[in-house]
């Protein structure tokens, strides 16, 4: 972890907490189901002594040259760092991004490791207790360990950049007037450009911020 990690102290977020989308989720909008077929597939693909595979579930990434924290930032120029969607209760998870990266590196390593222990000791008659089992076929939560309202930690990092918002500064905005509003823009934009350009708030990002954590 960064020891410039903007965090919130008292928040845990665990597995028992951490909530997992399916395909069927009705709750997850097409970004989110993707990524779940994607889980899926990886974890049923693993098949050792073959191929090992794990998956790594990780939330909203933040550091340098991540795409979030880029868009957090120009924010500030456009002065809409000090706007808010919504009552801003829902929590979330984020990562640092080298955090997330040495993660896949360890678990790289980890599966190498279990595979090569299996290629002296793989019993064909009993696949069940050949591999060590302990990172492949396993799905793994990864983040930094506490989760926050998304506004919260967006104002921490303008802060960090410089540019502090105080309690009495925030202007919300109610979520559905906005989504509503994303949707209308949305067709809008496909209706005169044929969907050449798009407009710079999504329907999917906003329904994102209606989601959360837990």
């Not at 102290?9 to 665990?14: H, M």
């Not at 390593?109 to 000791?121: G, H, I, P, Q, W």
């Not at 076929?137 to 410089?162: L, T």
């Not at 496909?190 to 999917?204: D, K, N, V, Y």
């Amino acid at each position: 972890m960064s020891p410039n990690t903007p965090q919130e102290p008292g928040v845990r977020l665990t597995e028992d907490v951490a909530k997992l989308f399916t395909e069927n989720s009705k709750e997850a909008n097409a970004y989110s189901k993707t990524k779940a077929v994607a889980d899926a597939a990886v974890l049923a693909a693993n098949d050792p002594p073959d191929l090992y595979t794990a998956t790594l579930r990780i939330p909203s990434l933040y550091g340098k040259e991540s795409l979030s924290t880029g868009v957090l930032l120009s924010a500030i120029k456009k002065n809409q760092h000090k706007m808010q969607v919504g009552d801003n209760k829902r929590k979330f998870g984020f990562i640092f991004i080298e955090s997330a990266a040495m993660a896949h590196i360890l678990a790289a390593k980890a599966l190498v490791s279990e595979a090569n222990v299996d290629t002296n000791s793989y019993d064909e008659n009993n696949p069940q207790t050949s591999s060590s089992g302990k990172v492949n076929g396993e799905a793994f939560f990864i983040s930094d360990g506490v989760s926050m309202p998304y506004f919260n930690f967006a104002r921490k990092v303008v802060a960090m950049a410089g540019h502090p918002v105080a309690e009495n500064e925030v202007k919300a905005i109610p979520y559905k007037l906005i989504l509503g509003f994303t949707i209308l823009s949305e067709w809008l934009y496909w209706a005169f450009t044929f969907g050449t350009i798009t407009p710079s708030f999504r329907q999917g990002e906003i329904e994102y911020l209606g989601l959360g954590t837990n």
